[in-house]
C-alpha cells in the first residue's frame, strides 16, 4: 500500500508553474516532518523542500530557494509544494515522504514512497 498519492504534474514551459499536491493514506500527516522528493532520469532521488510538523519551519534545496514553497494541510491530510519561474533541471519524478527527522536526506524517509507524479519542463 502506498503511503501518498501524488498529483499536480505536467508539462510546462521554462518560467511558467505548477503546484504539486500529495494525500496521505493510512496514518495521520500531521504526526511527521515530511518531504518532497525528486528524480531526475539517470540521478539519484534528491530532496527538494522539506516542513516540520506545524509548519514551523521549512527547508529547500539552494537550487529552489525563491522559488519551491512548500505547505501542508493537517486537516486535510495534504502536503503542497508550489513551483514558480520553472527551469528544465527541474524536470522529474516528484514524491512525497513522511521523515524521522525534519530533512532532506532520503535515509530519514519513514514507510513507503508514492507512485510519484512526473514534471516536465520544457520549450
Known amino acids: 500500500q502506498l503511503d501518498f498519492v501524488e498529483s499536480g504534474g505536467g508539462l510546462v514551459q521554462p518560467g511558467g508553474s505548477l503546484r504539486l499536491s500529495c494525500v496521505a493514506s493510512?496514518?495521520?500527516?500531521?504526526?511527521?516532518?515530511l518531504a518532497w522528493f525528486r528524480q531526475a532520469p539517470g540521478k539519484d532521488r534528491e530532496g527538494v523542500a522539506c516542513?516540520?510538523?506545524?509548519?514551523?519551519?521549512?527547508n529547500y534545496v539552494r537550487s529552489g530557494m525563491g522559488r519551491f514553497t512548500v505547505s501542508r494541510d493537517d486537516a486535510k491530510n495534504t502536503m503542497y509544494l508550489q513551483m514558480n519561474n520553472l527551469e528544465p533541471d527541474d524536470t522529474g519524478v516528484y514524491y512525497c515522504?513522511?521523515?524521522?527527522?525534519?530533512?532532506?536526506?532520503?535515509?530519514?524517509?519513514?514507510?513507503?514512497w508514492g507512485q510519484g507524479t512526473q514534471v516536465t519542463v520544457s520549450s
Open positions: 515522504a513522511r521523515m524521522d527527522r525534519s530533512s532532506l536526506v532520503p535515509r530519514w524517509v519513514v514507510g513507503s
Open positions: 493510512g496514518f495521520s500527516l500531521g504526526n511527521y516532518p
Open positions: 516542513i516540520t510538523r506545524g509548519s514551523t519551519g521549512t
